[in-house]
């Protein structure tokens, strides 16, 4: 049973980016916030409380979700609609839905298929990760400093993507706005096709017959390159299979930069030192100055801290509701009134 003044947001998945979110929100030190989570691997929920990501476990995904007012799907991709379609009849009214998923197009279509009116759905998407999976992995300080890309539904209220806004303020990220085509097209080049990429490497180079002798010779250049082909096979299917055709769009355009380095490498010397140097460059401007993508306009100056203002969007919004379906009751009140009055004159 929820506390008096006590405001809930369920996880949903305890994970790598489950866990962290829920460490992160703790390290917040929020006052009044319940962190509820659920896993759907055994034991995970408990591993999860004594290792401070969550105030409580919940046994299903239902329970979790009835008292949020925040609820976050961390669940690998290809699970995210069945956990929607799971919790939607015990969503409460004014709820804030948002999920952590990579690929945002096919789960904005999800949300508006499957969630109900009476909830708000807004897309995110935390750029930041490991290599290693699960609750293990987590940590608190995990997104400080990343990107935190955010797709509001068109449905979505201004107080419900405020709220998510605060809280990748409240666990360390940066806040980014971002359409989910444009989205799932960057993020087919910068992350999922560097994890395609670093896999082919360590396969082409392990199935050789001399791989044996070559493990032995492989030092840091391979071990950075290929340090994402230990991410969970399950997170990197599901990344290609709902990112297929701008997966495949960058895989076609690395295929065509090889060849270009190839014909260099063949005959070209002084192209290509002039083509390392120049990458050379580029990059150290890159890791010099990075680029912000769309930041988010800067706010009315007030005093609040970004946590105390993600719960305060997420109390007005519930508030809001509520104000909404007492104003209908009044109106059906008011209505049978009138009828009432109206009849009793025609029968006098």
Not at 24 to 37: I, N, S, T, Y
Request: net charge negative.
């Amino acid at each position: 049973m929820q506390a008096k003044g006590q405001h809930t947001i369920a996880i949903i998945g305890l994970g790598l980016i489950g866990g962290s979110l829920g460490m992160a929100l703790k390290r917040a030190g929020l006052g009044g916030l319940e962190v509820v989570g659920y896993d759907k691997g055994w034991g995970v929920g408990g591993k999860a409380q004594r290792a401070g990501a969550i105030d409580r476990s919940a046994r299903d995904p239902r329970s979790a979700v009835r008292e949020a007012s925040l609820v976050i799907i961390a669940t690998p991709i290809l699970g995210i609609r069945t956990v929607m379609e799971e919790i939607a009849p015990e969503l409460p009214d004014g709820c804030v839905v948002t999920d952590t998923g990579s690929a945002k197009a096919p789960i904005m279509a999800w949300a508006d298929e499957v969630l109900p009116d009476h909830v708000h759905f807004v897309g995110g998407h935390p750029m930041a990760g490991k290599e290693h999976s699960g609750l293990e992995a987590a940590e608190a300080s995990l997104f400080d400093g990343a990107p935190y890309c955010i797709v509001p539904s068109v449905g979505a209220g201004e107080r419900a993507v405020k709220s998510v806004m605060a809280l990748a303020e409240v666990v360390g990220a940066r806040p980014v706005f971002i359409d989910p085509q444009e989205h799932d097209t960057y993020v087919a080049a910068v992350s999922h096709l560097p994890l395609v990429l670093s896999t082919a490497l360590f396969t082409l180079a392990s199935q050789s017959q001399a791989w044996p002798d070559m493990a032995g010779l492989a030092a840091g250049g391979f071990r950075d390159l290929t340090r994402l082909a230990s991410t969970d096979p399950e997170m990197s299917h599901d990344i290609c299979f709902t990112n297929r055709e701008n997966l495949l769009h960058w895989l076609d355009r690395f295929s065509s930069e090889i060849s270009r380095y190839r014909e260099l490498i063949q005959g070209d010397d002084e192209a290509l030192f002039k083509t390392f140097a120049n990458a050379q460059m580029d990059r150290e401007t890159f890791l010099q100055r990075p680029q912000e993508l769309r930041p988010v306009p800067a706010a009315e100056p007030d005093t609040l801290s970004a946590g105390e203002r993600m719960l305060s969007f997420l109390v007005g919004e519930h508030w809001l509701r509520r104000a909404k379906d007492m104003g209908k009751v009044l109106e059906e009140r008011r209505k049978l009134e009138r009828e009432d009055l109206e009849r009793r004159l025609r029968e006098r």
